[in-house]
């Protein structure tokens, strides 16, 4: 009864030929959220309601013993073909050409993988393996690799071998922390090549984005010391991810209509007047603090305390959780339990001290607000040199989606828990009202998504919802404050979106509310939603 209820779940029959990439049109580019849900999940979500079997469930139920049969003799299998294989070696270390399964192989040579497995690897990782001869040269035998990580190898310029690979597969190429300063021409690497990282490579001066490969939707080109980037209109027709922070821009092309998201903060050369990316029609995530785009954040009014650290009991044996721009520990302040969060120096979205300046001045209904600031200190406990900030302790509360894959670039994934439809009417209400009330106050959340929503079950009644996380939030001055307005109604719209596509219990009379209210938010500029007219539809339909 398990395996046909486990089989009932994964292997439904789905009518006609799948997209070229699930989500995807043949030009990379994304399809409503919606319609791919009720063209691929339709039948499925159907016949689990009805209860009815899908064929491979119908077989097993139709063959009981044969499938008991075939287990037994594959676990056999399976052990005979493990009692031979060579074990981890004594202190942890990956022996040449370790294997984690049989696609993706943690090697510090292309060489170290066996030549009758290289057409099956799909992920080779080579990250932090600081040899000279990586076997590069031989890439092109893995005919079905989608996925290279060469983070940390200590190159020292990009591999001519990789940048004129022409591989058919190849999605995903990681380069960051490595020290090449230029680029070559890598434009013939392949034509899937979807995410390209270059983070953290010490690239120098001006960048003409014809080197990359034309098929790139998201590029990272954090933490360098670029100036300017070029051509990218022309050279990258479907980007939707360009992450640009901590450089040197002095300013910015012409982008194309398809970018979705943008970081350029802490670049502080970059001017008031560069303002290419404010009528891009599918722009939804903008980061600008630290930069002439950003208005000074000085004038903004502090409404949040500093208090002296000596004023929080922080137990630094147990952390909460933590991402690229910090970590989180269980504290108390004024005797209430609190969450407090040290900051590092600098995330992909812009600097410790702009976030800590921002939450200083951020405190709106529906929002996760600092309950205070830790002032600077020169002692020597832990965590002294690091910025710091208290929140509510959220007992119990979850993330309403997850963090963007290489796959979904710019959107969010499916979260573990159920997404009921009064969850769906919780966030969408508590969260256009955060937005309204943000904006209104001269800010923009820059990072407007469900993995950056918190809620809490509630006993009785709607859950519990807070908009959270001000890593990419800055201060918009006035002539910009429509511009961004409109891209974080399509955040939203995106929101709505994805809500409707994970709310598998919600009826059709609801899906229809929700599609009518994000082709409302994704409009055109001139016929967009305000926000405040988001908040009046979602409202009304709560």
Known sequence: KATVSVLNWIYPPVRGSPPPRAGYTAQGLPMNGLLYHREKHAEKYARRRSGVASPAAQYVQQHPRAIVAGGALLCLAWMLMSSGSPSMPSGGLLPDGFLTDDRVWEVCSAGDVPEAERGNVVTLRMAGCR????????????????????????????????????????AVVLMQGNAFKTLPDMSAMGTSVR???????????????AVFPPSVVSLVLTDNRITALRNVAAALPHLRKLMLAHNALEGLPRLPPSLELIRLSNNPELPSDALTFATLPNLAWVAASGTGLAAPMQQMAAVIPAVPRTAVAVDTATRLGGNAGGDVYKGVYDG????????????SD???????????????????????VLAPSTGTEPHAAQPGVVFPFLEGSRKLGGMPTFASVARDTAPAHDTSEALVRAALVTTARALRDLHAAGFAHGDFYAHNILWQPAAAGRPVVYLSDFGAAWAVPPPLRGAMAAAEVRAFGALVDDLALWCTSCDDAFRGGLARLHARCTAPLTQRATLDEVVGLVEAAA
């Open 195 to 209: 995410f390209l990282g270059l983070r953290g490579c010490g690239v120098e001066g001006a960048v003409d984005a």
């Open 350 to 372: 812009g600097t410790a001290a702009d976030e800590v300046s921002m939450l200083q001045r951020v405190k709106a209904a529906g929002t996760l607000s600092a309950v205070a």
């Open 131 to 170: 040899v000279g001869d990586h076997g590069l040269e031989l890439l092109s035998q893995f005919r079905r690799m989608e996925t290279l990580d060469l983070g940390k190898a200590g190159l020292t310029q990009f591999p001519h071998a990789l940048a004129t690979l022409q591989h058919p597969t190849l």
């Open 336 to 347: 209430v339990p609190v969450a407090v969060k040290y900051y590092k120096s600098a995330g």
